[in-house]
């Protein structure tokens, strides 16, 4: 069977000053379909720069990373700009909206860069942002939004291309407990149907909605263990 995700001796190192900064140090990761992984561990031990190098936003120093079978480690950035307008959909903590545009235009954005048919890909976007309980506000603009409003905004736009793999990088990180719960409770939701997610946080009770969850710590992944919950 094919990984969504196969990492094999990923490196990522930065420089700063005389000091090299082993961001990411020889990380194996294997994310089967359908998986649903969160990443912890304490602040700098490299979640955000697995995220940005598995989200085609940064690439690695050394080592394999595989996105559903292709080798990412060796495209240039067009191929990587490509690959993640086909296969991901990333959210943020600060949800990354476009301040002009409206609730719906947000969402619809990506369609630009994937190729989805436009018809059927606003239709998707109107029955994302339908489902997220988005519908009476379509036409707001992001500050028009509550934060909870603006992350389903920014869940609805990464999904909008119907992608393989949802990557989010401390989603529920500015939102209230109850709003945390009800996109925790998306996820599983999106999980059940099949989406495969992987997800960073710092909160345990965020981490309990997983399957799998893997502890880094110094760029490494120290360990991982399987909810049994979930
Ligand atoms: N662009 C950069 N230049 C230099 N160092 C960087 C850069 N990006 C990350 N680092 C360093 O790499 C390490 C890992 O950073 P990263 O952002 O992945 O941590 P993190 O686990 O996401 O932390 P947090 O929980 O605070 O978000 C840190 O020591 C950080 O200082
Ligand atoms: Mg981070």
Known sequence: MQYVIHTQQLCRYFEVGDTRVHA??????CVDEGDFVAVMGPSGSGKSTLMNILGCL????????????QLVSEMDDAQLSSLRNQYIGFVFQSFHLLPRLTALDNVLLPLRYADVD???????ARH????????ER???RPNQLSGGQR???AIARSLVA????????????NLDS??????????????????TILMVTHEDDIARYAKRVIHMRDGKIEREHVNAAA
């Open 178 to 195: 109850k709003t945390s719960i009800e996109i925790m409770d998306l996820f599983t939701e999106l999980n059940q149907e099949g989406q």
């Open 58 to 69: 940064d690439t690695p120093d050394d080592g394999d990373c595989r996105l559903l079978g």
């Open 162 to 173: 119907a992608p393989p793999l949802l990557l989010a990088d401390e989603p529920t990180g």
């Open 128 to 135: 994302l942002l339908d489902r997220l309980g988005m519908s």
């Open 151 to 153: 992350q389903r905004v």
């Open 24 to 29: 990411l140090d020889h990380v194996d990761l």
């Open 138 to 140: 379509i036409g707001h």
């Open 118 to 124: 436009i018809t059927e890909g606003a239709l998707r």
